[in-house]
């Protein structure tokens, strides 16, 4: 009756999310039934013995342990039905004269039960931190698996006592063994939402980047919670929120279905990011234009751009009226553009278009090659030669001056008047009349060479057929 009463009322709504992961609220109190039909917590299974001697271990009756082994009707080590022994009951009720008494008297410290469960275990779950430390320092494993492959630490994570885990951790606990569904002690505290946990597993070391079997990473845990703190740390930690699960899921779209706050966080990270990228893309560019030798200061890459495409659009359109005015001008202007043809463009693409480009500025023409050839042949020969015997006799003149010793020097120089003598004196004289001479008789032929020249060049315009 109640069964079919709770199928009735206890229906199930669509999942919004994979797995209905992120839905309802983030508090953890809701579910998807009209009524809370939660199991039994894992913890509050009983534990009874079933043998005198265990009930006094139980108990807690040291004298009754000691009678009971002195009749030598149970051994210390004896397990019952379920494969416990007086260990397991002594941690798990907290007696600690007890432990320090069966590991006196040489109790297996890492017995396994029915479930494969440890006395350390027992310790942990009865947040026997006293207990747990004894252990540990008579050897104790602490990385021993259960039937469901959870070791001592999660179990720790499981009763949400950070002093334990500190000191399994101590002892060489293992913060990255998984269970059978692939939970990292760190994926666990996420996924019962012990936030406190999993800050403390995370300062310890815990890696961030964990995922369980269906890949669902610890910022999507932490998107199903909603708590702010741990999306803080974990995106300060550069974990990878566009991480798909095998449903094709990542956490800003779980938290967009789900209405969780930190939709916002996840958001301005992700807007942080593309600033960053656009900055060094944006100091890239400027460093490319720079190194072409523009200089824009501290202009922006916007007006940079907009600068240069109007610089281009006024060269174009100066180039196009250029070419307009060139094909409407007269035929001189039209002489001065050369066409470079395409054989000659270095790019493929342009090989059909020709560029019109201005000719340099070439030295005149000469009109007439054979009248100045003609004028060159009657110039007197023995003129010419006269000018340059004269320029080597004034190249190679040399003075001759008497040295200290009383011997004939030569030099290019004329020497200094304190120290001439005579003759010296009479040879410079005797040298500058004949330069003299010289400049004059050069003035004069180029004189008659000019007036030559111009009555030759006169008749020929006056009678063209001398020339031919």
Not at 13 to 26: A, I, N, Q, Y
Not at 315 to 334: F, M, V
Request: charged share 30%; aromatic share 8%.
């Amino acid at each position: 009756m109640f069964s079919t009463l709770r199928k009735f009322f206890c229906f199930k709504k669509e999942p919004k999310t994979p797995l209905g992961f992120c839905d309802g609220p983030s508090s953890g109190k809701g579910s998807l039934c009209c009524c809370d039909c939660g199991t039994e917590d894992r913890y509050q299974q009983p534990y009874d013995p079933e043998n005198k001697f265990h009930e006094a271990v139980c108990q807690g009756r040291i004298k009754v342990v000691l009678k009971l082994l002195s009749k030598k009707k149970f051994d210390i080590n004896d397990k019952d039905k379920r494969g416990r022994t007086a260990l397991h009951f002594a941690c798990f009720y907290g007696h600690l004269h007890l432990v320090y008494f069966l590991l006196h008297n040489e109790c297996d410290v890492n017995e396994l039960d029915d479930q494969k469960s440890t006395p350390l275990m027992k310790a942990v779950q009865s947040w026997e931190t006293k207990i747990v430390s004894v252990l540990l320092d008579n050897e104790a494993n602490p990385n021993i698996k259960d039937s469901k492959g959870e070791t001592a630490l999660h179990h720790a994570v499981y009763v949400d006592r950070p002093d334990i885990v500190t000191i399994l951790l101590k002892f060489g606990g293992n913060i990255e063994e998984t269970t059978k569904d692939g939970f990292t002690p760190l994926l666990l505290a996420l996924r019962e939402r012990k936030l406190l946990m999993s800050e403390h597993l995370i300062a310890h070391g815990a890696n961030v980047y964990a995922c369980d079997d269906f890949r669902r990473t610890t910022l999507m845990y932490a998107v199903k919670w909603d708590s702010e703190d741990i999306v803080e740390i974990l995106l300060k930690k550069d974990i990878d929120y566009s991480l798909k699960d095998i449903f094709g899921w990542n956490a800003l779209q779980y938290a967009t279905a789900g209405k969780r706050k930190v939709r916002s966080i996840i958001l301005e990270y992700e807007d942080s990011l593309f600033s960053s990228q656009h900055s060094v893309f944006v100091g890239n560019q400027l460093g490319d234009i720079s190194q072409s030798g523009y200089d824009f200061k501290s202009e922006s890459l916007i007006s940079v751009c907009s600068r240069t495409g109007e610089a281009n659009f006024e060269t174009q359109e100066a180039s196009r009226k250029a070419t307009h005015s060139s094909s409407i001008g007269n035929d001189t202007e039209k002489n001065e553009i050369n066409q470079v043809w395409a054989d000659k463009c270095p790019h493929p693409e342009l090989r059909d278009y020709s560029h019109p480009i201005s000719k340099p500025k070439s030295e005149p023409q000469q009109s007439e090659p054979d009248l100045y050839e003609e004028l060159k042949e009657e110039i007197p020969k023995s003129k010419l030669e006269n000018e340059r015997n004269f320029d080597k006799s004034a190249e190679n003149q040399e003075f001759s001056v008497s040295g200290a010793n009383g011997q004939q020097e030569t030099s290019m120089e004329a020497p200094h008047s304190s120290n001439m003598n005579n003759d010296a004196e009479e040879n410079v004289v005797r040298h500058l009349e004949k330069k003299t001479v010289m400049e004059d008789q050069k003035q004069t032929s180029e004189e008659e060479q000019k007036q030559h020249s111009g009555g030759k060049t006169k008749r020929s315009f006056d009678n063209p057929a001398t020339i031919a």
